[in-house]
């Protein structure tokens, strides 16, 4: 079933369960606000989200201390028609009093205005929306890629990343209108980072990961089962989506300036004279929202994802104390420790050198904690020095 996000403001809403439970089988997920600024604010805020607004006629207009009327309608329909630069919405007025004898005024002055009398009207109104709301653009490419745009409620990656997935569906269904796209794999990034946030709460990213310098890249690493750091109990995300993961990871940090530049691709980008690169990592990063949608939703349960994977052994325990020395300290004052059970080295930073006053020969006892990346060990602590 198709479903449309719509707008309500009522004055007693909450009371309509019965209208609320019918839109919502109908498809419709309804937001409701008792006063017409709450409304407005949130439209303002939020419009491309919404397909269509349910007004009340008579409505609380700034304050539920104030008497329901007029007022609040007539500005909520104002500010609407103020926004059709950004999204021409459409709005129903939706009314329980207004048909009666004493608001033969209301009426008049709503002569312009198409109105459902609640109860008697509520399935046209239904119909209504749906054929208004599937004329728009928007809602249209919502319905074509229901899991993508579904990611972005607030129990997923958060209503702020829709605008940067709606514009990546755009320049796929409209690559002509394609622009500078050098600077198009921000947004890409930007959604991969709140995709490995939710994977952190529910479990399949480690908290010393997502928490960590260089999160982004070690929370692909540690998803696709390459931190070595870790035991890997069973498979955490299927192995294609890993590995495409990876594949954006390694495009978008090298279009970002401060990320590196191996491969060029913000170079390559300005000056193809064609936008199938840029494309095809639209659609790799619609495939992984794709299926982390349907993913996700299998698999919540924070406990039974941390179940999957542990810490490989004493190199990464807290509190686990390595024993060794300082064997040479660089040029520029970082020092390299050398354990006594560890078959690596470990590099110092030249603000724990001085901190302890290290020198090549110092004994020392630390604590340790893997890289984001998983490739090597950080000294998470010096507890000691002894000599």
């Known amino acids: ?56 006629a008579l409505v609380y207009n700034e ?6 009327g007029l007022i609040g309608l007539l500005n909520s329909i104002k ?65 074509k890629y229901p899991k993508v745009f579904a990611l972005c409620e607030d129990n997923y990656i958060g209503s702020k990343h829709f605008e940067r997935i709606l514009q990546l569906v755009k320049d796929i269904e409209n690559p002509d209108l394609i622009y500078n796209q050098q600077d198009t794999l921000l947004p890409i ?15 399949l990213v480690p908290d010393e990961i997502q928490n960590g310098s260089g999160a982004i ?7 696709g089962g390459y931190n070595k750091y870790y035991n890997y109990k069973e498979e955490l995300i299927h192995p294609v989506i890993a590995a495409t993961i990876r594949h954006l990871i390694s495009f978008t940090q090298d279009a970002a300036h401060n990320e590196g530049n191996k491969l060029g691709v913000d170079t390559y980008l300005s000056s193809t004279n064609n936008n199938f690169l840029y494309q095809s990592l639209c659609y790799s990063l619609l495939e992984v929202l794709d299926y982390l949608k349907s993913f996700i939703d299998a698999n919540s349960d924070k406990e ?32 390299t420790f050398e354990s006594n059970q560890l078959s690596e080295t470990i590099g110092v930073h030249i603000n724990l050198m001085k901190a302890h006053s290290l020198v090549e020969g110092s004994q020392v006892n630390i604590t340790t904690k893997p890289s984001p990346c998983g490739n090597k060990l950080y000294i998470r602590e010096i507890v000691a020095k002894i000599k």
């Open 304 to 335: 039974k994802n941390q179940r999957k994977w542990s810490v490989k052994d004493v190199k990464t325990t807290p509190g686990e104390l390595i024993s060794g020395s300082i064997t040479k300290i660089a040029e520029n004052g970082w020092g």
């Open 189 to 203: 990034r930007k959604v991969l980072e709140a995709l490995f946030e939710k994977m952190n709460k529910i479990g």
């Open 79 to 143: 500010i609407i028609h103020s926004l059709a630069n950004r999204k021409k919405i459409p709005y129903f007025i939706f009314s329980g009093y207004i048909d009666q004898d004493e608001h033969t005024s209301a009426r008049e002055m709503l002569a312009d205005e198409t109105i459902f009398i609640k109860s008697k009207d509520n399935h046209a109104l239904f119909g209504a929306i749906k054929k208004a709301a599937d004329k728009h653009e928007t809602t249209q490419l919502k319905h």
């Open 1 to 56: 079933m198709k479903k449309y996000e719509v707008l309500w403001i009522d004055d007693d809403a909450e009371k309509q369960d019965a209208f609320l439970e019918s839109a919502y089988l109908e498809g419709l997920n309804i937001n409701y606000f008792k006063t017409s600024k709450q409304g407005m604010e949130e439209l303002t805020s939020k419009i491309e989200l919404y397909d269509a607004v349910i007004l009340d």
């Open 63 to 68: 304050s539920e201390d104030e008497k329901a």
């Open 217 to 223: 890249n070690g929370a692909s690493s540690f998803l």
